[in-house]
């Protein structure tokens, strides 16, 4: 018996009836809450009732014609489009859960499927299965190509070349600007590897680089040369792998740009940094920063090595570590990170430095580092120092000297004058600015014009040095006597520039000598009418007493009182010679010398046999050798030995020979004479040849001289060019040596025909 014949209507008209329920059980299966499919997306799509009824009027065309068979790529009618973006597999899972829920209820319903049916049935699920596949397809399929369109529009437009290389190095993609680069159009390229399309130097490059991307897996960036329209070109290219399944690197894509002018502007940009470098580190300068803990970042430049350090030094490190006892360093540091720029001053290491400070400061103000310039200012603290030393030594100079120092400006007239100016001048405070021309009006009219032509005659000449003596007014109206010198400071070319010199105030010192010249000349004329009138008597008292001597009548006691006189007479006419050498000699003339040959030796002999008639009771021994033949005057060598040997005699005992020696050298004669006493007085030596200085007697009942004789002999040996020394303790006695060359000095002589010193026999 057949059930459905007591069922109404056909197969379709039965699920049409139960059409609601279909839809309800359906979204119950599929459970539409969030799903991806057909049931889940209601705001898009018709509701599950009209997806049912889709079915089912398929079913009906597919009943009515059996043999219906859509074309290819159509949609069967009664079908519908499944939402846009839904989940394919969720579409086939949701219709197999539509077939399942049509079995269930025609079996509800008591419906007893037929073979022709159930195919039916399962063709209509099968048909809507199907479409909504090939509508995925054919959706994604056009969403694929529009992406792919859309993707080759984006990269077409790109300023870089972008490609892909399968792993046989043959090109699959270039962009337009590809083919703008190689030109070459992308049908050229396509399928084609870098051998065949470049020359092969340059293609091997790209080859090892796309092998090592394939066999790394791991980008690559490089710079690859280029032949591009008659000239190399420098791409930086960027290549990295395309991940095929298993993970293995199925394809190389490679972005190159065109970098020549951006490298030609680095390499300049290197070489300017070098030049800069190089500059850097030949200026005595450190250029630096530090990070906002005052930590050193950079540090470069040749003021490091000023300090005895390298930049490794620094690196790293707070200069208020390494210099922990620099307070002005901390100071420094402080006001940089508060944010000040300044300039300072900074000694580091016995190194000098002008440090100019920069901060960087962020946005919310606070110091992310510091930059700096530090200027190795050594020497110039140095030469500062010494400048400064020179102007201290300078002022206490001038305050130290009675010299009026000046710095004339000849251009100007300016004139720069030492402190003691104002003083020396004796000028008022209100005194007028003290330039040439003050200078020129206060000099004696009678002087002026031969003060200024001998001035502008220096200038004119090329000579640097002037010298002249003037009167000058003082600011008091009296007259001052300036012995004024100048040294004119020229440019190279030998312009003159400057004048520097010194004015003198020897006004007292002119006077002195004027008043010593008037009482020199009077001393004069009065030695020499005392020379003159005392000389005559004692030669009338020599000769008569030596007459009288004569005579035989004369007693013993007659002839020791005429003896007394001619003695008295002597000493005294020896005192008078003294007194006229003594006063030729500090007039300034000098002791006239007569030089002519003689034998020192000889001389020698004769004086001391004149001095034992004086002196009988007293032993004088005599010893000589070498040569003792020279000129010189015999009269004056002769009152040498006389005044030495009496000296001698005189502060010995009595019973003390006197020992007198000449000894010959190649170029001079030696005289010593030697007597035992006690010692000439140690504070007595430095002055021993002054006038008027003798040491005290033995006897002080012995005659006594002026104590000119040492003074008259220290004037005769240097008149010669000899030299005089002396020497005396208790234990060696007393040793006066005269040395005398053979030949009078020029200097000494004076006189024409004189030889100089070296030019002896």
């Given at each position: 018996m057949n059930p459905c014949s007591t069922l109404p209507g056909p197969l379709a008209d039965l699920l049409t009836a139960r059409r609601e329920d279909i839809a309800r059980r359906w979204e119950a299966k599929a459970g539409t809450a969030g799903g991806s499919g057909l049931l889940g997306r209601h705001e898009q799509t018709a509701s599950a009732v009209e997806w049912v009824d889709a079915v089912v009027d398929l079913l009906r065309l597919l009943s009515a014609v059996p043999e219906w068979d859509a074309a290819p790529g159509a949609s069967p009618p009664g079908t519908r489009p499944h939402p846009a973006g839904a989940d394919i597999a969720v579409v086939v899972r949701e219709y197999g859960?539509?077939?399942?829920?049509?079995?269930?209820?025609?079996?509800?319903?008591?419906?007893?499927?037929?073979?022709?049916?159930?195919?039916?049935?399962?063709?209509?699920?099968?048909?809507?299965?199907?479409?909504?596949?090939?509508?995925?397809?054919?959706?994604?399929?056009?969403?694929?190509?529009?992406?792919?369109?859309?993707?080759?529009?984006?990269?077409?437009?790109?300023?870089?070349?972008?490609?892909?290389?399968?792993?046989?190095?043959?090109?699959?993609?270039?962009?337009?600007?590809y083919e703008d680069i190689s030109g070459m159009t992308r049908a050229e390229v396509m399928g084609r590897t870098d051998l065949d399309l470049y020359p092969r130097e340059m293609a091997e490059v790209f080859v090892v680089n796309d092998r090592q991307v394939l066999l790394s897996g791991q980008p690559l960036e490089s710079d690859e040369r280029v032949w591009w329209k008659g000239e190399w070109r420098i791409y930086q290219s960027l290549k990295f792998p395309l991940m095929g399944e298993g993970g293995h690197a199925r394809a190389v894509c490679g972005i190159s740009s065109d970098v020549t002018q951006a490298r030609g502007v680095q390499r300049e940009r290197d070489e300017a940094r070098e030049r800069l470098r190089r500059i850097i580190t030949a200026l005595p300068v450190v250029l630096w920063t530090t990070d906002s803990e005052s930590r050193v970042t950079l540090v470069e430049g040749r003021g490091v090595r000023a300090m005895?350090?390298?930049?490794?030094?620094?690196?790293?490190?707070?200069?208020?570590?390494?210099?922990?006892?620099?307070?002005?360093?901390?100071?420094?540091?402080?006001?940089?990170?508060?944010?000040?720029?300044?300039?300072?001053?900074?000694?580091?290491?016995?190194?000098?430095?002008?440090v100019y400070v920069s901060p960087e400061v962020d946005a919310a103000g606070r110091v992310v580092s510091v930059s700096g310039v530090s200027l190795d200012i050594t020497e110039r603290r140095r030469a500062e120092e010494v400048l400064r030393q020179s102007e201290m030594r300078y002022r206490l100079a001038t305050l130290a000297t009675r010299d009026v120092i000046y710095d004339w400006e000849l251009a100007t007239g300016h004139i720069e004058w030492s402190e003691l100016a104002a003083r020396?001048?004796?000028?008022?405070?209100?005194?007028?600015?003290?330039?040439?021309?003050?200078?020129?009006?206060?000099?004696?009219?009678?002087?002026?014009?031969?003060?200024?032509?001998?001035?502008?005659?220096?200038?004119?000449?090329?000579?640097?040095?002037?010298?002249?003596?003037?009167?000058?007014?003082?600011?008091?109206?009296?007259?001052?006597?300036?012995?004024?010198?100048?040294?004119?400071?020229?440019?190279?070319?030998?312009?003159?520039?400057?004048?520097?010199?010194?004015?003198?105030?020897?006004?007292?010192?002119?006077?002195?000598?004027?008043e010593a010249r008037r009482r020199a000349e009077f001393e004069q004329l009065l030695i020499g009418i005392v020379g003159h009138d005392l000389r005559n008597p004692l030669s009338a008292i020599t000769m008569a007493s030596t007459t009288l001597l004569r005579r035989e009548y004369l007693d013993e006691r007659q002839r020791k009182v005429i003896d007394r006189i001619l003695s008295s007479a002597e000493r005294a006419t020896r005192m008078l010679r003294d007194v006229l050498d003594f006063t030729q000699a500090r007039l300034g003339g000098g002791i006239p010398m007569q030089p002519q040959p003689l034998d020192l030796h000889e001389l020698t002999r004769q004086v001391l046999d004149e001095v034992r008639l004086a002196h009988p009771e007293r032993s004088l021994e005599f010893e000589f050798s070498g040569d003792g033949a020279g000129l010189w005057d015999p009269d004056r060598l002769a009152q040498v030995l006389t005044n030495l040997v009496n000296n001698a005699l005189s502060y010995s005992p009595s019973e003390c020979p006197v020992l007198v020696r000449t000894h010959g050298t190649h170029d001079a004669v030696t005289l010593s004479v030697h007597n035992m006493g006690a010692p000439i007085p140690a504070e007595l030596l430095p002055r021993l040849f002054e006038p008027m200085k003798r040491a005290e007697r033995r006897d002080p009942r012995e005659g006594r001289g002026l104590g000119l004789g040492l003074f008259i002999v220290k004037h005769i040996v240097d008149a010669h060019g000899g030299r005089l020394r002396v020497r005396s303790d208790e234990k060696e006695g007393t040793l006066f040596v005269v040395r005398l060359p053979r030949r009078l000095l020029v200097q000494a002589l004076g006189v024409p025909g004189a030889r100089g010193p070296g030019s002896w026999p």
């Open positions: 859960l539509l077939r399942d829920v049509l079995f269930e209820v025609l079996e509800e319903s008591g419906w007893v499927l037929d073979v022709a049916q159930v195919r039916a049935l399962n063709r209509a699920v099968d048909v809507c299965i199907a479409d909504a596949v090939a509508r995925h397809a054919r959706v994604r399929e056009q969403t694929l190509r529009a992406t792919e369109a859309q993707m080759q529009d984006i990269l077409d437009h790109a300023p870089t070349a972008i490609y892909v290389k399968d792993e046989l190095g043959r090109y699959v993609f270039v962009n337009r600007a005895g350090k390298q930049p490794t030094d620094f690196l790293g490190r707070d200069l208020r570590e390494m210099y922990p006892n620099h307070p002005h360093l901390r100071e420094t540091t402080r006001r940089a990170l508060s944010g000040e720029s300044f300039s300072t001053e900074l000694e580091l290491d016995g190194a000098w430095f002008m020396q001048f004796r000028l008022p405070p209100d005194a007028p600015e003290m330039d040439i021309d003050w200078w020129t009006r206060a000099i004696h009219p009678e002087d002026r014009e031969r003060v200024g032509q001998e001035m502008e005659r220096i200038i004119a000449s090329g000579d640097r040095q002037w010298h002249d003596e003037y009167r000058f007014r003082r600011g008091d109206g009296t007259w001052a006597v300036i012995e004024d010198r100048g040294h004119v400071v020229r440019d190279e070319e030998g312009t003159a520039l400057r004048m520097v010199g010194a004015m003198h105030d020897v006004t007292e010192r002119r006077a002195a000598e004027e």
